[in-house]
């Protein structure tokens, strides 16, 4: 039976031609929002109705084509993910917020929500399935698939974890950068 070590990867995600990245990097700025809908932004560190959504995962076009590199860490319940990529958010968690949306917080806040990786068709599997390094699949949490949506009163795009009542589920492209890929902070584990 494969370990975690063995089934776990570096990769990025893509929709179509755009990556998945923060939106304050796809942005090249921080990604201010006025929870009350299209008022300006003048003074965000005064306006007690602003919030920073830098840190919120997207796939939105953007000044970089960059994508985030991200750590599929296997566990019995599924993959967790965290932040590969040099910068400001390395070796941060990848959650899903309570409304549901996807951002990247310190493990010490949160820990990172788990994911599941399915075909298109919608069978399960792990990374011994997927032979190639780029792959079409389907991202999921507790059932619910990752797609891409708007959050009221923004102008940006976000990554949301949604039931499939209405839609069909979004197919992502995985590129596998690395496989068999150890803890950080255990780089001899088996």
């Known amino acids: 039976m494969p370990t975690h070590r063995q089934q776990s990867f570096l990769a990025t995600l893509w ?4 990556p998945v990245n923060t939106l304050g990097t796809l942005l090249g700025k921080p990604a201010w ?19 920073d959504d830098s840190a919120m995962l997207s796939c939105q076009a ?8 991200l750590y599929f860490r296997h566990t019995p319940g599924g993959y967790q993910l965290y932040v590969r990529e040099p910068g ?22 949160q820990a990172p929500s788990r994911f599941e990786l399915n075909k298109p068709s919608g069978e399960h599997i792990r990374l011994g399935d997927l032979r190639t390094d780029s792959q079409l699949i389907i991202l999921a949490s507790q059932g619910a698939a990752i ?17 499939q009542a209405v839609q069909a589920p ?21």
């Open 147 to 163: 797609r891409r949506a708007r959050r009221p009163n923004t102008r940006y795009e976000y990554l949301m974890a949604q039931h």
């Open 62 to 69: 953007g000044i970089t084509q960059a994508a985030l590199t």
């Open 33 to 51: 929002v006025n929870w009350l809908g299209n008022v300006p932004v003048t003074v965000p560190h005064i306006v007690g109705t602003v919030r």
């Open 15 to 18: 929709l179509k031609n755009r």
């Open 88 to 109: 400001a958010y390395f070796g941060q968690g990848v959650v899903i917020h309570g409304h549901a949306h996807l951002g990247v917080l310190p493990v010490e806040t």
């Open 170 to 190: 979004q197919p992502w492209i995985l590129k596998i950068r690395e496989r068999n890929v150890p803890w950080l902070s255990n780089p001899g584990e088996a």
